[in-house]
Protein backbone atom coordinates (compact mmCIF):
# COMPACT_ATOMS: atom_id res chain seq x y z
CA UNK A 1 0.00 0.00 0.00
CA UNK A 2 1.52 3.37 -1.04
CA UNK A 3 1.61 6.43 1.26
CA UNK A 4 -1.27 8.27 -0.79
CA UNK A 5 -3.14 4.82 -0.25
CA UNK A 6 -2.52 4.79 3.80
CA UNK A 7 -3.82 8.73 3.79
CA UNK A 8 -6.78 7.55 2.02
CA UNK A 9 -7.48 4.78 4.30
CA UNK A 10 -7.28 6.78 7.41
CA UNK A 11 -9.17 9.39 5.45
CA UNK A 12 -11.82 7.12 5.72
CA UNK A 13 -11.66 6.64 9.44
CA UNK A 14 -11.25 10.70 10.06
CA UNK A 15 -14.43 11.15 8.05
CA UNK A 16 -16.38 8.66 9.52
CA UNK A 17 -14.84 9.73 13.36
CA UNK A 18 -15.56 13.51 12.13
CA UNK A 19 -19.54 12.25 11.54
CA UNK A 20 -19.43 10.37 14.80
CA UNK A 21 -18.33 13.42 16.99
CA UNK A 22 -20.85 15.82 14.63
CA UNK A 23 -23.89 13.57 15.58
CA UNK A 24 -23.48 13.95 19.31
CA UNK A 25 -23.09 17.53 19.10
CA UNK A 26 -26.33 17.98 17.28
CA UNK A 27 -28.89 18.60 19.61
CA UNK A 28 -32.20 20.79 19.67
CA UNK A 29 -34.19 22.70 17.46
CA UNK A 30 -34.65 26.46 17.98
CA UNK A 31 -33.37 28.33 15.27
CA UNK A 32 -30.74 31.63 15.65
CA UNK A 33 -31.20 35.00 14.13
CA UNK A 34 -29.36 34.06 11.27
CA UNK A 35 -31.62 31.26 10.47
CA UNK A 36 -29.41 28.49 11.08
CA UNK A 37 -30.33 25.46 13.87
CA UNK A 38 -29.01 26.38 17.11
CA UNK A 39 -26.96 23.32 17.31
CA UNK A 40 -26.46 22.79 13.45
CA UNK A 41 -23.11 21.74 12.55
CA UNK A 42 -22.39 20.72 8.81
CA UNK A 43 -19.85 18.12 7.64
CA UNK A 44 -18.94 17.98 3.80
CA UNK A 45 -16.29 16.77 1.17
CA UNK A 46 -14.81 19.24 -0.07
CA UNK A 47 -12.01 19.71 -3.51
CA UNK A 48 -9.61 22.21 -3.24
CA UNK A 49 -11.91 24.36 -5.84
CA UNK A 50 -14.97 23.75 -4.05
CA UNK A 51 -13.10 24.65 -0.52
CA UNK A 52 -11.05 28.38 -1.96
CA UNK A 53 -13.17 29.10 -5.19
CA UNK A 54 -14.93 31.83 -3.75
CA UNK A 55 -14.61 31.79 -0.32
CA UNK A 56 -12.71 33.81 2.28
CA UNK A 57 -11.10 32.35 5.27
CA UNK A 58 -10.20 34.22 8.46
CA UNK A 59 -8.49 33.22 11.90
CA UNK A 60 -9.41 34.84 15.12
CA UNK A 61 -6.54 37.29 16.67
CA UNK A 62 -5.61 34.29 19.15
CA UNK A 63 -4.87 31.76 16.90
CA UNK A 64 -1.40 29.85 17.36
CA UNK A 65 0.74 31.65 13.81
CA UNK A 66 2.12 29.71 11.27
CA UNK A 67 4.16 27.08 12.52
CA UNK A 68 4.87 24.60 9.76
CA UNK A 69 8.66 23.74 8.45
CA UNK A 70 10.48 21.98 5.82
CA UNK A 71 10.08 18.65 6.96
CA UNK A 72 6.06 18.93 7.07
CA UNK A 73 6.07 21.13 3.59
CA UNK A 74 8.21 18.48 1.89
CA UNK A 75 6.26 15.47 3.51
CA UNK A 76 3.06 17.31 1.79
CA UNK A 77 5.00 17.64 -1.66
CA UNK A 78 6.12 13.59 -1.57
CA UNK A 79 2.53 12.98 -0.72
CA UNK A 80 1.04 14.47 -3.50
CA UNK A 81 3.19 14.14 -5.98
CA UNK A 82 3.30 10.35 -5.24
CA UNK A 83 -0.49 10.36 -5.55
CA UNK A 84 -0.56 11.95 -8.71
CA UNK A 85 1.89 10.02 -10.68
CA UNK A 86 0.57 6.74 -9.62
CA UNK A 87 -1.69 7.60 -12.42
CA UNK A 88 0.12 10.26 -14.53
CA UNK A 89 1.01 8.80 -18.44
CA UNK A 90 2.48 12.02 -20.95
CA UNK A 91 0.25 10.39 -23.62
CA UNK A 92 -2.65 10.91 -22.08
CA UNK A 93 -5.26 13.63 -22.63
CA UNK A 94 -5.63 15.95 -19.97
CA UNK A 95 -9.46 14.73 -19.66
CA UNK A 96 -8.45 11.51 -18.51
CA UNK A 97 -7.07 13.37 -15.00
CA UNK A 98 -10.95 12.92 -13.49
CA UNK A 99 -9.96 8.93 -13.38
CA UNK A 100 -6.82 9.78 -12.01
CA UNK A 101 -6.37 8.90 -7.83
CA UNK A 102 -7.48 10.99 -5.16
CA UNK A 103 -5.87 12.41 -2.36
CA UNK A 104 -7.43 12.95 0.96
CA UNK A 105 -5.88 16.14 3.20
CA UNK A 106 -7.64 15.67 6.23
CA UNK A 107 -10.65 17.64 7.57
CA UNK A 108 -10.78 21.70 8.75
CA UNK A 109 -12.66 22.84 11.31
CA UNK A 110 -14.76 26.27 10.37
CA UNK A 111 -16.43 28.55 12.86
CA UNK A 112 -19.13 30.71 10.84
CA UNK A 113 -20.12 33.86 12.33
CA UNK A 114 -22.68 35.65 9.99
CA UNK A 115 -21.10 34.64 7.09
CA UNK A 116 -18.03 34.94 7.79
CA UNK A 117 -15.63 31.75 8.22
CA UNK A 118 -13.26 31.48 11.01
CA UNK A 119 -10.27 28.85 10.92
CA UNK A 120 -10.66 26.85 13.88
CA UNK A 121 -8.05 23.86 13.09
CA UNK A 122 -6.67 23.97 9.58
CA UNK A 123 -4.72 26.81 8.78
CA UNK A 124 -1.56 25.22 9.04
CA UNK A 125 -2.60 22.96 5.71
CA UNK A 126 -4.75 25.85 3.69
CA UNK A 127 -1.71 28.52 3.75
CA UNK A 128 0.92 25.91 2.80
CA UNK A 129 -1.34 24.65 -0.01
CA UNK A 130 -1.96 28.92 -1.03
CA UNK A 131 1.97 29.07 -1.09
CA UNK A 132 2.25 26.08 -3.30
CA UNK A 133 -0.97 27.47 -5.78
CA UNK A 134 0.92 30.50 -5.68
CA UNK A 135 4.07 28.99 -7.22
CA UNK A 136 2.46 26.89 -9.35
CA UNK A 137 0.48 29.95 -10.71
CA UNK A 138 4.01 31.13 -11.73
CA UNK A 139 4.75 27.94 -13.48
CA UNK A 140 2.14 27.56 -15.70
CA UNK A 141 1.80 28.75 -19.14
CA UNK A 142 -1.59 28.66 -20.05
CA UNK A 143 -3.66 32.26 -19.71
CA UNK A 144 -6.80 30.04 -18.71
CA UNK A 145 -4.89 27.90 -15.97
CA UNK A 146 -3.21 30.47 -14.31
CA UNK A 147 -6.46 32.52 -13.92
CA UNK A 148 -8.19 29.56 -12.85
CA UNK A 149 -5.53 29.08 -10.54
CA UNK A 150 -5.33 32.63 -9.20
CA UNK A 151 -9.05 32.22 -8.50
CA UNK A 152 -8.20 29.88 -5.44
CA UNK A 153 -6.12 32.33 -4.52
CA UNK A 154 -7.75 35.43 -4.26
CA UNK A 155 -10.35 37.80 -6.13
CA UNK A 156 -10.51 41.32 -7.22
CA UNK A 157 -12.83 43.87 -7.21
CA UNK A 158 -12.09 47.51 -8.19
CA UNK A 159 -8.79 46.40 -9.09
CA UNK A 160 -7.58 45.78 -5.48
CA UNK A 161 -6.74 41.90 -4.46
CA UNK A 162 -8.20 40.17 -1.43
CA UNK A 163 -6.65 36.84 -0.40
CA UNK A 164 -8.74 33.91 0.04
CA UNK A 165 -6.92 33.47 3.36
CA UNK A 166 -7.62 36.85 4.63
CA UNK A 167 -5.40 37.72 7.02
CA UNK A 168 -4.38 41.27 7.30
CA UNK A 169 -1.16 41.52 8.73
CA UNK A 170 0.02 38.66 6.60
CA UNK A 171 -1.71 40.42 3.19
CA UNK A 172 1.95 42.57 2.35
CA UNK A 173 3.82 39.48 2.83
CA UNK A 174 0.95 37.36 0.26
CA UNK A 175 1.14 39.87 -1.70
CA UNK A 176 5.08 40.22 -2.68
CA UNK A 177 4.90 36.06 -3.13
CA UNK A 178 2.22 36.65 -5.60
CA UNK A 179 3.77 39.47 -7.45
CA UNK A 180 7.41 37.37 -7.62
CA UNK A 181 9.14 40.32 -4.96
CA UNK A 182 11.39 39.31 -2.63
CA UNK A 183 9.89 39.42 0.72
CA UNK A 184 12.81 41.06 3.57
CA UNK A 185 11.82 38.62 6.62
CA UNK A 186 13.72 40.00 8.92
CA UNK A 187 12.25 41.40 12.21
CA UNK A 188 8.74 40.15 11.22
CA UNK A 189 6.72 38.25 13.21
CA UNK A 190 6.98 34.22 13.45
CA UNK A 191 4.14 33.91 10.65
CA UNK A 192 5.70 36.20 8.14
CA UNK A 193 9.24 34.62 8.56
CA UNK A 194 7.50 31.06 8.10
CA UNK A 195 5.41 31.95 5.00
CA UNK A 196 8.53 33.48 3.62
CA UNK A 197 10.88 30.62 4.20
CA UNK A 198 8.22 27.98 3.71
CA UNK A 199 7.39 29.18 -0.16
CA UNK A 200 11.33 28.92 -0.56
CA UNK A 201 11.20 25.45 0.32
CA UNK A 202 8.62 24.63 -2.26
CA UNK A 203 10.23 26.45 -4.66
CA UNK A 204 13.74 24.26 -3.66
CA UNK A 205 11.51 21.21 -3.11
CA UNK A 206 8.60 21.34 -6.08
CA UNK A 207 9.60 17.90 -8.01
CA UNK A 208 11.33 18.49 -11.38
CA UNK A 209 8.58 15.16 -12.26
CA UNK A 210 5.66 17.76 -11.97
CA UNK A 211 7.30 20.38 -14.26
CA UNK A 212 6.84 21.32 -18.08
CA UNK A 213 4.39 18.86 -20.14
CA UNK A 214 2.88 17.33 -16.37
CA UNK A 215 2.17 20.61 -14.98
CA UNK A 216 -1.15 21.38 -16.13
CA UNK A 217 -2.13 17.85 -15.48
CA UNK A 218 -0.84 18.22 -12.02
CA UNK A 219 -2.93 21.42 -11.56
CA UNK A 220 -6.26 19.72 -12.79
CA UNK A 221 -5.61 16.68 -10.36
CA UNK A 222 -4.38 19.17 -7.33
CA UNK A 223 -7.79 20.91 -7.95
CA UNK A 224 -10.05 18.17 -8.62
CA UNK A 225 -9.42 15.45 -7.07
CA UNK A 226 -7.69 16.82 -3.38
CA UNK A 227 -10.58 16.58 -1.03
CA UNK A 228 -10.83 18.03 2.65
CA UNK A 229 -13.81 17.51 4.84
CA UNK A 230 -14.91 21.23 5.98
CA UNK A 231 -16.48 21.09 9.32
CA UNK A 232 -18.82 24.45 10.04
CA UNK A 233 -20.57 25.49 13.38
CA UNK A 234 -22.32 28.32 13.60
CA UNK A 235 -20.49 29.00 17.15
CA UNK A 236 -17.32 29.18 18.54
CA UNK A 237 -18.00 26.74 21.61
CA UNK A 238 -19.68 24.37 19.19
CA UNK A 239 -16.19 24.40 16.49
CA UNK A 240 -13.86 24.11 19.56
CA UNK A 241 -16.02 21.32 21.32
CA UNK A 242 -15.54 18.86 18.19
CA UNK A 243 -12.07 20.04 17.83
CA UNK A 244 -11.26 19.71 21.19
CA UNK A 245 -12.82 15.99 21.01
CA UNK A 246 -11.38 15.01 17.77
CA UNK A 247 -7.89 15.83 19.94
CA UNK A 248 -9.30 14.25 23.05
CA UNK A 249 -10.31 11.26 21.51
CA UNK A 250 -7.16 11.04 19.11
CA UNK A 251 -6.27 8.58 16.05
CA UNK A 252 -5.10 5.31 16.18
CA UNK A 253 -1.84 4.21 16.96
CA UNK A 254 1.12 5.21 14.60
CA UNK A 255 3.18 2.66 13.14
CA UNK A 256 5.82 2.75 15.73
CA UNK A 257 3.09 1.24 18.53
CA UNK A 258 2.19 -1.07 16.17
CA UNK A 259 5.63 -2.32 15.60
CA UNK A 260 6.65 -2.06 18.87
CA UNK A 261 3.33 -3.77 20.03
CA UNK A 262 4.22 -6.61 17.36
CA UNK A 263 8.13 -7.58 18.52
CA UNK A 264 6.83 -7.26 21.78
CA UNK A 265 4.06 -9.76 21.81
CA UNK A 266 6.46 -12.20 20.07
CA UNK A 267 8.77 -12.47 23.32
CA UNK A 268 7.33 -15.39 25.15
CA UNK A 269 9.91 -14.58 28.19
CA UNK A 270 8.64 -11.71 30.52
CA UNK A 271 11.52 -10.42 31.75
CA UNK A 272 13.60 -9.98 29.05
CA UNK A 273 10.28 -8.21 27.22
CA UNK A 274 9.84 -6.04 29.95
CA UNK A 275 13.51 -5.04 29.23
CA UNK A 276 13.09 -4.76 25.54
CA UNK A 277 9.82 -2.81 26.21
CA UNK A 278 11.79 -0.39 28.16
CA UNK A 279 15.17 -0.43 25.78
CA UNK A 280 12.38 0.30 23.05
CA UNK A 281 10.58 3.46 25.53
CA UNK A 282 14.27 4.84 26.14
CA UNK A 283 15.03 4.83 22.02
CA UNK A 284 12.17 6.09 21.06
CA UNK A 285 12.31 9.38 23.80
CA UNK A 286 15.62 10.52 22.61
CA UNK A 287 14.49 10.34 19.35
CA UNK A 288 11.27 12.28 19.99
CA UNK A 289 13.64 14.97 21.71
CA UNK A 290 14.73 15.84 18.30
CA UNK A 291 11.60 15.89 16.70
CA UNK A 292 7.90 15.31 15.99
CA UNK A 293 7.96 12.00 14.14
CA UNK A 294 11.72 11.13 14.63
CA UNK A 295 11.50 7.57 15.73
CA UNK A 296 9.10 7.05 12.99
CA UNK A 297 12.02 8.30 10.58
CA UNK A 298 14.63 6.45 12.04
CA UNK A 299 12.90 3.36 11.81
CA UNK A 300 12.29 3.72 8.14
CA UNK A 301 15.78 4.83 7.62
CA UNK A 302 16.92 1.84 9.37
CA UNK A 303 14.57 -0.85 7.66
CA UNK A 304 15.41 1.02 4.44
CA UNK A 305 19.04 1.27 4.68
CA UNK A 306 19.65 -2.16 5.50
CA UNK A 307 16.93 -4.04 4.26
CA UNK A 308 14.77 -2.94 1.34
CA UNK A 309 16.10 -5.03 -1.91
CA UNK A 310 13.43 -2.94 -4.33
CA UNK A 311 11.59 -0.21 -5.04
CA UNK A 312 8.70 1.01 -7.31
CA UNK A 313 9.64 1.14 -11.40
CA UNK A 314 9.31 4.30 -12.57
CA UNK A 315 6.29 4.03 -14.46
CA UNK A 316 2.51 4.27 -14.71
CA UNK A 317 1.06 1.19 -12.90
CA UNK A 318 3.87 -0.52 -11.32
CA UNK A 319 3.22 -1.39 -7.47
CA UNK A 320 5.01 -0.61 -4.41
CA UNK A 321 8.03 -2.52 -3.32
CA UNK A 322 10.17 -2.64 0.17
CA UNK A 323 11.57 0.94 -0.24
CA UNK A 324 8.22 2.39 -0.69
CA UNK A 325 6.46 -0.31 1.69
CA UNK A 326 8.65 0.87 4.52
CA UNK A 327 8.31 4.66 4.22
CA UNK A 328 4.37 4.17 4.88
CA UNK A 329 3.61 0.83 6.38
CA UNK A 330 6.71 -0.53 8.07
CA UNK A 331 4.96 -1.98 10.60
CA UNK A 332 3.07 -4.32 8.50
CA UNK A 333 6.33 -4.61 6.10
CA UNK A 334 8.35 -6.20 9.08
CA UNK A 335 5.42 -8.61 9.72
CA UNK A 336 5.47 -9.44 6.07
CA UNK A 337 9.03 -10.35 6.13
CA UNK A 338 9.69 -11.84 9.07
CA UNK A 339 11.43 -15.12 7.54
CA UNK A 340 13.71 -12.33 5.77
CA UNK A 341 14.60 -10.81 8.73
CA UNK A 342 15.31 -13.84 10.50
CA UNK A 343 12.57 -13.09 13.21
CA UNK A 344 11.51 -16.98 14.27
CA UNK A 345 11.94 -17.21 17.31
CA UNK A 346 11.48 -15.01 21.02
CA UNK A 347 14.92 -14.33 20.98
CA UNK A 348 15.15 -13.30 17.80
CA UNK A 349 12.43 -10.10 18.34
CA UNK A 350 14.00 -9.42 21.32
CA UNK A 351 17.74 -9.14 19.05
CA UNK A 352 15.63 -6.99 16.87
CA UNK A 353 14.91 -4.81 19.28
CA UNK A 354 17.98 -4.82 21.74
CA UNK A 355 20.95 -4.96 19.05
CA UNK A 356 19.73 -3.48 15.58
CA UNK A 357 16.46 -1.20 16.47
CA UNK A 358 19.47 0.20 19.37
CA UNK A 359 22.34 0.31 17.01
CA UNK A 360 21.06 1.86 13.78
CA UNK A 361 18.65 4.47 15.90
CA UNK A 362 21.85 6.27 17.77
CA UNK A 363 23.78 6.56 14.74
CA UNK A 364 20.25 7.88 13.01
CA UNK A 365 20.26 10.38 16.24
CA UNK A 366 23.99 11.11 15.69
CA UNK A 367 23.42 12.06 12.11
CA UNK A 368 20.45 14.11 12.94
CA UNK A 369 21.88 16.20 15.41
CA UNK A 370 25.12 16.59 12.88
CA UNK A 371 23.14 17.91 10.44
CA UNK A 372 20.96 19.94 12.53
CA UNK A 373 24.61 21.65 13.86
CA UNK A 374 28.22 21.71 12.04
CA UNK A 375 30.35 19.04 14.29
CA UNK A 376 34.17 18.67 13.40
CA UNK A 377 34.36 15.54 11.07
CA UNK A 378 30.74 15.52 9.78
CA UNK A 379 30.55 18.79 8.68
CA UNK A 380 29.21 17.35 5.21
CA UNK A 381 25.53 16.02 6.74
CA UNK A 382 24.67 20.13 7.65
CA UNK A 383 25.91 20.79 4.62
CA UNK A 384 23.52 18.52 2.75
CA UNK A 385 20.63 19.03 5.43
CA UNK A 386 20.77 22.79 4.35
CA UNK A 387 19.90 21.80 0.84
CA UNK A 388 17.02 19.85 2.63
CA UNK A 389 18.31 16.28 1.46
CA UNK A 390 16.40 13.79 3.71
CA UNK A 391 17.39 10.83 1.48
CA UNK A 392 20.96 11.07 3.33
CA UNK A 393 19.84 9.25 6.55
CA UNK A 394 19.37 5.74 4.83
CA UNK A 395 22.43 5.88 2.57
CA UNK A 396 24.27 7.04 5.46
CA UNK A 397 23.22 4.14 7.42
CA UNK A 398 23.08 1.66 4.12
CA UNK A 399 27.09 0.66 5.12
CA UNK A 400 27.35 0.26 8.71
CA UNK A 401 27.87 -2.82 10.57
CA UNK A 402 26.58 -3.46 14.31
CA UNK A 403 29.87 -5.27 15.04
CA UNK A 404 31.96 -2.39 13.42
CA UNK A 405 34.06 0.36 15.88
CA UNK A 406 33.20 3.63 16.21
CA UNK A 407 36.16 4.93 14.05
CA UNK A 408 35.50 3.20 11.00
CA UNK A 409 31.76 3.64 10.94
CA UNK A 410 32.53 7.43 11.24
CA UNK A 411 35.09 7.10 8.53
CA UNK A 412 32.05 5.19 6.50
CA UNK A 413 29.73 8.44 7.23
CA UNK A 414 32.24 10.93 6.37
CA UNK A 415 32.82 9.11 3.04
CA UNK A 416 28.89 8.77 2.02
CA UNK A 417 28.97 12.24 3.30
CA UNK A 418 31.25 13.39 0.88
CA UNK A 419 29.99 11.79 -1.77
CA UNK A 420 26.51 13.54 -1.17
CA UNK A 421 27.35 16.28 -0.93
CA UNK A 422 29.68 16.35 -4.45
CA UNK A 423 26.64 14.36 -6.06
CA UNK A 424 24.29 17.30 -4.80
CA UNK A 425 26.01 20.08 -5.75
CA UNK A 426 27.01 18.73 -9.06
CA UNK A 427 23.20 18.66 -10.13
CA UNK A 428 22.32 22.17 -8.63
CA UNK A 429 25.41 23.74 -10.94
CA UNK A 430 23.50 21.74 -13.78
CA UNK A 431 20.12 22.86 -13.12
CA UNK A 432 18.87 19.55 -11.52
CA UNK A 433 16.59 18.79 -9.18
CA UNK A 434 17.02 17.08 -5.89
CA UNK A 435 13.92 17.41 -4.55
CA UNK A 436 13.10 13.70 -2.41
CA UNK A 437 10.72 12.58 -5.45
CA UNK A 438 13.37 13.24 -8.35
CA UNK A 439 16.21 11.79 -6.33
CA UNK A 440 14.45 9.26 -4.11
CA UNK A 441 14.91 6.05 -6.87
CA UNK A 442 18.66 6.94 -7.59
CA UNK A 443 19.49 7.36 -3.68
CA UNK A 444 17.85 3.54 -3.44
CA UNK A 445 20.09 2.42 -5.80
CA UNK A 446 23.28 4.07 -3.91
CA UNK A 447 21.62 2.31 -0.78
CA UNK A 448 21.83 -1.15 -2.21
CA UNK A 449 25.52 -1.26 -4.11
CA UNK A 450 27.11 0.69 -0.69
CA UNK A 451 24.89 -2.29 1.79
CA UNK A 452 27.14 -2.94 4.68
CA UNK A 453 30.80 -2.13 2.20
CA UNK A 454 34.07 -1.73 4.07
CA UNK A 455 35.68 1.60 3.99
CA UNK A 456 37.70 1.09 0.76
CA UNK A 457 35.40 -0.76 -1.41
CA UNK A 458 32.79 2.04 -0.38
CA UNK A 459 35.38 4.67 -1.85
CA UNK A 460 36.10 2.16 -4.98
CA UNK A 461 32.29 2.32 -5.70
CA UNK A 462 31.08 6.01 -4.70
CA UNK A 463 34.36 7.34 -7.04
CA UNK A 464 32.86 4.91 -9.90
CA UNK A 465 29.56 6.74 -9.27
CA UNK A 466 31.10 10.27 -9.98
CA UNK A 467 33.25 9.37 -12.67
CA UNK A 468 30.42 8.11 -14.75
CA UNK A 469 28.41 11.25 -14.37
CA UNK A 470 28.29 12.60 -17.19
CA UNK A 471 27.01 16.08 -15.69
CA UNK A 472 30.13 17.79 -13.91
CA UNK A 473 31.16 21.70 -13.06
CA UNK A 474 32.89 21.63 -16.16
CA UNK A 475 29.40 20.58 -17.96
CA UNK A 476 27.80 23.89 -17.58
CA UNK A 477 29.67 27.42 -18.36
CA UNK A 478 26.38 29.45 -17.76
CA UNK A 479 25.47 27.92 -13.92
CA UNK A 480 23.77 31.35 -13.00
CA UNK A 481 20.63 32.78 -10.37
CA UNK A 482 17.80 32.44 -11.61
CA UNK A 483 14.16 32.61 -9.84
CA UNK A 484 14.21 29.61 -7.88
CA UNK A 485 17.44 28.76 -7.34
CA UNK A 486 18.85 32.06 -4.74
CA UNK A 487 18.92 29.57 -1.31
CA UNK A 488 20.87 27.13 -3.49
CA UNK A 489 23.22 29.52 -4.66
CA UNK A 490 23.68 31.57 -1.30
CA UNK A 491 24.79 28.21 -0.04
CA UNK A 492 27.05 27.66 -2.73
CA UNK A 493 28.89 30.81 -2.67
CA UNK A 494 28.89 30.39 1.07
CA UNK A 495 30.90 27.52 1.27
CA UNK A 496 33.38 28.64 -1.96
CA UNK A 497 33.73 31.56 0.12
CA UNK A 498 35.25 30.18 2.92
CA UNK A 499 37.03 27.29 1.30
CA UNK A 500 38.88 29.97 -0.24
CA UNK A 501 39.50 32.16 3.15
CA UNK A 502 40.11 28.55 5.38
CA UNK A 503 42.81 27.22 2.65
CA UNK A 504 44.23 31.09 3.13
CA UNK A 505 44.75 30.43 6.55
CA UNK A 506 41.74 32.49 7.95
CA UNK A 507 39.26 31.36 10.64
CA UNK A 508 35.78 29.86 9.06
CA UNK A 509 33.39 31.81 9.11
CA UNK A 510 30.68 30.01 7.26
CA UNK A 511 28.08 30.21 10.00
CA UNK A 512 27.90 33.61 9.53
CA UNK A 513 28.28 33.47 5.72
CA UNK A 514 25.14 30.88 5.23
CA UNK A 515 22.88 33.40 7.53
CA UNK A 516 20.01 34.61 5.33
CA UNK A 517 18.07 36.45 7.83
CA UNK A 518 18.04 38.82 10.66
CA UNK A 519 20.09 41.66 11.25
CA UNK A 520 23.17 40.04 10.69
CA UNK A 521 22.36 38.20 7.46
CA UNK A 522 24.46 37.85 4.15
CA UNK A 523 22.88 38.24 0.71
CA UNK A 524 23.46 37.86 -2.93
CA UNK A 525 25.33 40.91 -4.25
CA UNK A 526 25.81 41.37 -8.30
CA UNK A 527 28.89 43.40 -8.51
CA UNK A 528 26.89 45.09 -11.39
CA UNK A 529 24.46 46.79 -10.30
CA UNK A 530 20.79 46.57 -12.19
CA UNK A 531 21.63 49.34 -14.79
CA UNK A 532 21.73 47.86 -17.93
CA UNK A 533 22.15 51.28 -19.53
CA UNK A 534 26.18 51.69 -18.16
CA UNK A 535 26.79 48.36 -20.55
CA UNK A 536 24.94 49.29 -23.71
CA UNK A 537 28.09 49.16 -25.48
CA UNK A 538 28.53 45.58 -24.58
CA UNK A 539 24.32 44.50 -23.95
CA UNK A 540 22.17 45.36 -27.04
CA UNK A 541 19.12 43.93 -25.21
CA UNK A 542 18.33 44.36 -21.46
CA UNK A 543 17.41 40.78 -21.56
CA UNK A 544 20.93 39.81 -22.22
CA UNK A 545 22.77 42.07 -19.01
CA UNK A 546 20.27 40.69 -17.06
CA UNK A 547 20.97 36.96 -18.12
CA UNK A 548 25.21 37.70 -17.53
CA UNK A 549 24.22 40.20 -15.01
CA UNK A 550 23.52 37.08 -13.03
CA UNK A 551 25.89 33.96 -13.31
CA UNK A 552 27.78 33.20 -10.69
CA UNK A 553 31.17 34.68 -11.71
CA UNK A 554 29.29 38.28 -11.04
CA UNK A 555 27.99 37.61 -8.08
CA UNK A 556 29.42 37.82 -4.03
CA UNK A 557 27.80 36.98 -0.72
CA UNK A 558 27.82 40.40 1.03
CA UNK A 559 25.86 41.64 4.28
CA UNK A 560 23.11 42.75 3.86
CA UNK A 561 24.04 46.19 4.54
CA UNK A 562 26.18 46.82 2.42
CA UNK A 563 24.19 45.90 -0.11
CA UNK A 564 21.59 48.81 0.96
CA UNK A 565 24.81 50.94 0.96
CA UNK A 566 26.84 50.44 -1.88
CA UNK A 567 24.75 47.47 -4.20
CA UNK A 568 23.75 50.11 -6.28
CA UNK A 569 26.67 51.91 -7.56
CA UNK A 570 29.02 51.51 -10.57
CA UNK A 571 31.87 49.19 -9.96
CA UNK A 572 34.26 51.50 -9.80
CA UNK A 573 33.26 52.90 -7.00
CA UNK A 574 32.07 49.98 -4.84
CA UNK A 575 34.96 48.00 -5.62
CA UNK A 576 37.13 49.83 -2.80
CA UNK A 577 34.87 49.10 -0.11
CA UNK A 578 35.06 45.59 -0.90
CA UNK A 579 38.11 45.66 0.91
CA UNK A 580 36.54 44.88 4.29
CA UNK A 581 35.01 42.24 3.47
CA UNK A 582 35.51 38.56 2.50
CA UNK A 583 38.65 37.54 0.43
CA UNK A 584 36.27 36.20 -2.43
CA UNK A 585 35.10 40.29 -2.55
CA UNK A 586 38.29 41.51 -1.89
CA UNK A 587 40.24 39.54 -4.41
CA UNK A 588 38.39 42.04 -6.93
CA UNK A 589 41.04 44.60 -5.71
CA UNK A 590 44.54 45.31 -5.71
CA UNK A 591 45.31 45.26 -2.09
CA UNK A 592 44.29 41.48 -1.03
CA UNK A 593 46.98 40.46 -2.76
CA UNK A 594 49.68 43.02 -0.65
CA UNK A 595 51.11 41.66 2.57
CA UNK A 596 48.98 38.52 2.60
CA UNK A 597 51.00 35.43 2.54
CA UNK A 598 48.63 32.61 3.52
CA UNK A 599 46.36 33.85 -0.07
CA UNK A 600 49.44 33.60 -2.05
CA UNK A 601 50.45 30.31 -1.41
CA UNK A 602 46.86 29.19 -2.04
CA UNK A 603 46.95 30.38 -4.95
CA UNK A 604 50.33 28.57 -6.11
CA UNK A 605 49.19 25.63 -4.41
CA UNK A 606 45.95 25.48 -6.18
CA UNK A 607 46.90 27.01 -9.37
CA UNK A 608 43.68 28.84 -9.47
CA UNK A 609 44.12 32.46 -11.46
CA UNK A 610 43.10 34.90 -9.16
CA UNK A 611 43.74 38.64 -9.93
CA UNK A 612 42.39 41.89 -9.14
CA UNK A 613 39.95 43.75 -11.52
CA UNK A 614 40.46 46.72 -12.11
CA UNK A 615 37.02 47.44 -14.06
CA UNK A 616 34.21 44.40 -14.85
CA UNK A 617 33.12 43.91 -18.03
CA UNK A 618 31.72 41.16 -19.82
CA UNK A 619 35.42 40.25 -20.37
CA UNK A 620 35.92 40.39 -17.19
CA UNK A 621 32.70 38.38 -16.10
CA UNK A 622 33.51 35.78 -18.52
CA UNK A 623 37.25 35.06 -16.32
CA UNK A 624 35.69 35.06 -12.86
CA UNK A 625 32.93 32.64 -14.27
CA UNK A 626 35.80 30.09 -15.06
CA UNK A 627 37.47 30.41 -11.90
CA UNK A 628 35.03 30.12 -9.94
CA UNK A 629 34.44 27.42 -11.66
CA UNK A 630 37.14 25.84 -11.24
CA UNK A 631 37.20 27.08 -7.53
CA UNK A 632 33.90 24.58 -7.25
CA UNK A 633 35.89 21.94 -8.79
CA UNK A 634 38.70 22.00 -5.89
CA UNK A 635 35.36 22.24 -2.98
CA UNK A 636 33.87 19.46 -4.32
CA UNK A 637 36.24 16.88 -5.85
CA UNK A 638 36.17 13.46 -5.70
CA UNK A 639 39.28 12.98 -4.27
CA UNK A 640 37.55 13.95 -0.77
CA UNK A 641 35.98 10.56 -0.19
CA UNK A 642 40.00 8.96 -0.37
CA UNK A 643 40.98 11.84 2.01
CA UNK A 644 38.36 11.81 3.93
CA UNK A 645 38.27 7.62 4.83
CA UNK A 646 41.95 8.02 5.93
CA UNK A 647 41.05 10.43 8.81
Known sequence: MAASDVVCERAELLYFDHVGVISRIEQGGHMTSEGHPAREIDGKGRTVRELLGGHKYSIDYYQREYKWQTKQVEELINDLAGKFLESYDDGHERAAVADYGHYFLGS?????????????????????????????????????????????????????????????????????????????????????ANISARYSDI??????????????????????????????????????????????????????????????????????RNSASGVWKERVG???????????????????????????????????????LIGTEFHRWVRDH?????????????????RDFVFYSRWYERLRRAADSLTQGLETLN?????????????????????????????????????????????????????YSTMQY??????????????????TILCQRLDSESETFTSNDNFRLHGMNGRQIHRLLARMTDYLETRSGFSSRYTEYVQRGGKKAYEIEHIWADHP????????????????????????????????????????????????????????????????PGFSRFIDASGLEFHPHAKFEKANLDERQALYRKLAEQVWRPERLAQEAAL
Open 383 to 435: FNAEHNFTLQYPVLLAPLRIEESDSILLSKIRVVGAYLDIMINRRIWNFRAID
Open 286 to 324: ALIDIGKDEDADAIKSWLRSQHAKNIRERKRGAVPQDFD
Open 533 to 596: ERHAAEFKHPSDFEDYRNRIGGLLLLPKTFNASYGDLPYAEKRKHYGGHNLLARSLHEDAYDHN
Open 203 to 272: EELFPEELAGSALPYFVDWLIENVHFVEITAYSDKDAYTIFETMNDRGLSLTPADMLKGYLLANITDAPR
Open 108 to 192: IIVSDKQGQKFIIDGQQRLTTLTLLLIFIQHQLADPEQKGQVADLIFSQRFGKRSFNLDIPERMPCMEALYSGETVDSSDQQESI
Open 442 to 459: AMFLVMRDIRGKDVDDLV
Open 338 to 354: EDSLGLKASQDFARFIE
